[in-house]
């Protein structure tokens, strides 16, 4: 079957920068997505990789390896808002099906 | 465009009893999912539905049903309902199907007694 695995929780100080990993294993593979979900919100689409390399949109960016089954999203620049958890999916082998990561939390310090 | 809308936003059933909830795509999408979010079980699948056609089911019990009707709007029942139902179910519409990025509802929080 799939899995995700990510990380339950990161903090960082603001203005740095986050990685937020995500590993899968997946018998068929279509792409990545991360989304961003505040307390109390709903999730929001991020991004999406479906080859290898960085994809940047402003301060985040996400990156994929299909070799390592592995991919990460990283933040830049930190900002108070950016405190939420972010979620890595995949779809399933027969493409009808989204699987989500468990979700990793960030916490922003100031 | 606006976004995806669901209806109720909050539910109060008591055990036994069933639910229906609704979701109403962004205009022109095709295809909607629904999920269950639990603070211990993160996003579960529940179904996914393309052109009225359920595509797949989530490991659910057959308690929890769904339908999209021709105008993309889809409905979610959930049928003698327990404790463990307690959850957020979220919808989420996609244009095409593909579920790369999908967008996603306020959602419904549902708190059975």
């Known amino acids: 079957g799939q899995s995700l695995e990510q990380p339950s929780e990161v903090t960082a100080v603001e203005g740095a920068i986050v990685q937020i990993n995500c590993t899968y294993q997946?018998?068929?593979?279509?792409?990545l997505s991360w989304y961003q979900q505040h307390d109390g919100g709903a999730p929001t689409f991020l991004s999406y990789n479906a080859l290898d390399g960085l994809e940047e949109t402003g301060r985040f960016s996400s990156f994929l390896s299909r070799s390592d089954s592995y991919g990460y999203l990283l933040l830049q620049e930190l900002q108070m808002k950016d405190s939420a958890s972010y979620f890595c999916?995949?779809?399933?082998?027969?493409?009808?099906?989204?699987?989500f990561g468990a979700g990793t939390r960030l916490f922003v310090k100031a | 465009k606006a976004g995806v809308t669901q209806t109720p936003r909050y539910l109060i059933k008591t055990r036994g009893q069933q639910v229906t909830l609704s979701c109403s795509p962004i205009s022109g999408h095709r295809s909607v999912s629904w999920y269950q979010q639990t603070p211990g079980q993160g996003l579960q699948f529940l179904f996914e539905?393309?052109?009225?056609?359920?595509?797949n089911k989530g490991n659910f019990p057959g308690r929890f049903s769904g339908r999209q009707f021709s105008n993309s709007r889809s409905e979610m029942n959930v049928s003698t309902l327990e404790l463990g139902d307690s959850a957020l179910y979220l919808c989420?519409?996609?244009?095409?199907?593909?579920?790369?990025?999908?967008?996603f509802g306020p959602g419904t929080r549902l708190t059975v007694t």
């Open positions: 997946t018998s068929g593979f279509y792409g």
């Open positions: 539905y393309f052109s009225e056609t359920q595509r």
């Open positions: 989420a519409s996609s244009l095409e199907g593909t579920g790369y990025e999908q967008y």
């Open positions: 999916a995949v779809r399933d082998s027969g493409g009808f099906k989204t699987i």
